[in-house]
C-alpha cells in the first residue's frame, strides 16, 4: 500500500495535508495557542491641564519615580497673578459688602427719623383739626398741618426707598463676594496644576518633551510606566473563546526571557473587540490582516503569572508567546 503511494505522490502530499488538517481541527479543541501577545501594566499617561512653556524637567528617561515626585513645572509667574488679582478683587468684594451693610444702617436711621416727622405732623394734624371744629384755628393752619403731613410721608416713602436700594447693594456684594471666591477657587486650582507629580511609582517612559515646549490644556508630557496589574495580553483567534474560561492554566515564554517556560492563568477575557479602528475608540481593536493575509478575529484575553521572576524587570510591550489549556 505505502508503495503505491509512493507511486502516486500527488495522493500522498494531499492525504498528508488532511491528515494535519484533521489532527490541528482537533488539537484545538484542547488548547489554544498564539504568538500574538505581549507584556503590559498600568500605564498612566501625564498631560496639561492647563496651558503654558515647560519651566522645568525633574526626571529623565527611563527615571525610576516614586509617588508624589516631582516631574514637571508649567511656568507658574501668570498663573500666581492670577492668584493675587482674584485675591484683590475678592477683598474689594468684601469692602464694598461692608460699605452697603452701612449704608444699610444709615437708611434704617432715615426711615426711623422720617417716620418719628411723620408721627409728629400727624399727631399736629390731628391737634388742629380739633381746634378748628371748636373754632380756635384757622383755616390756613389747617393747610399747614396736612402739608406737612404729606411732606412726612412722602419723606418716609423717600428713606423706605433709599433702604431698600441698600438692601439690594448688600445683595449684589454678597452675589460679587461669591463670583470672587470662585475666581479665586479657580485661580488657585489653576496655580496648583503648574506643579505636576507622579501619582504612582514607575519608571519614566521616553519622552520628547523639552524645556521651553509650550504645552497647551490635554498636551500628554510623559507617561509613567508602574508595576501594577502586571499582565500578559494574549491575542486569541475567535474559535477559541467558548472553551477559555478565567482561572484556566497557561504555560508561555516571555521575548525578555526566551527559553524560560513560566506559568499562569487566564483572569480576563475582553467581552468585545472593535470592528473597526474608529468605531468605538474606547474598546479594543485588532487588526485581522498580517500583510495581504486577513486573520479570523482575535480577542484580547489577560493572563497573570503566578509568579513574576524579580530579577526579570517589566519591559511594557516586549513579545510573548502563550499556550492555553481548555
Not at 509667574?77 to 461692608?98: C, G, H, R
Not at 511594557?316 to 499556550?323: K, M, P, T
Amino acid at each position: 500500500m505505502f508503495n503505491g503511494l509512493l507511486r502516486h505522490p500527488v495522493t500522498l502530499i494531499v492525504g498528508a495535508v488532511l491528515a494535519l488538517f484533521a489532527l490541528y481541527e482537533i488539537s484545538v479543541r484542547f488548547f489554544g495557542y498564539t504568538a500574538d501577545a505581549y507584556v503590559m501594566s498600568d500605564i498612566i499617561v501625564l498631560a496639561s491641564e492647563i496651558e503654558g512653556p515647560v519651566s522645568r524637567l525633574a526626571v529623565q528617561n527611563n527615571e525610576s519615580v516614586t509617588a508624589g515626585q516631582l516631574l514637571f513645572e508649567i511656568e507658574k509667574t501668570p498663573y500666581q497673578l492670577k492668584v493675587q488679582q482674584t485675591q484683590a478683587a475678592l477683598q474689594q468684594a468684601q469692602a464694598d459688602l461692608d460699605l452697603a451693610r452701612d449704608e444699610v444702617k444709615s437708611a434704617q436711621a432715615g426711615v426711623v427719623s422720617a417716620q418719628a416727622v411723620l408721627t409728629n405732623a400727624q399727631a399736629q394734624l390731628a391737634r388742629v383739626k380739633s381746634l378748628s371744629t371748636d373754632g380756635y384755628s384757622t383755616e390756613a393752619s389747617l393747610d399747614v398741618a396736612v402739608r406737612d403731613v404729606a411732606t412726612a410721608t412722602a419723606n418716609v416713602q423717600t428713606a423706605q426707598a433709599a433702604l431698600d436700594v441698600s438692601n439690594r447693594r448688600v445683595a449684589v456684594a454678597i452675589a460679587t463676594i461669591a463670583s470672587a471666591q470662585a475666581y479665586l477657587a479657580k485661580a488657585q486650582y489653576d496655580f496648583s496644576k503648574t506643579t505636576v507629580a507622579a501619582p504612582e511609582a514607575g519608571r519614566i517612559a521616553p519622552f520628547t518633551i523639552r524645556v521651553g515646549d509650550y504645552l497647551q490644556p490635554g498636551s500628554e508630557v510623559l507617561a509613567v510606566i508602574t508595576d501594577k496589574r502586571r499582565r500578559v495580553v494574549a491575542n486569541m483567534a475567535e474559535r477559541h473563546l467558548a472553551r477559555i474560561r478565567t482561572g484556566q492554566s497557561v504555560w508561555l515564554t516571555l521575548g525578555s526571557d526566551p527559553w524560560v517556560l513560566h506559568h499562569g492563568r487566564v483572569s480576563g477575557i475582553a467581552a468585545g473587540v472593535a470592528r473597526s479602528q474608529d468605531n468605538p475608540q474606547v474598546v479594543p481593536y485588532v487588526d485581522p490582516t498580517t500583510d495581504w493575509v486577513r486573520l479570523p478575529r482575535r480577542f484580547p484575553i489577560e493572563i497573570t503569572l503566578d509568579a513574576w521572576p524579580d530579577d526579570l524587570g517589566l519591559f511594557n510591550g516586549s513579545d510573548a508567546r502563550v499556550l492555553i489549556w481548555f
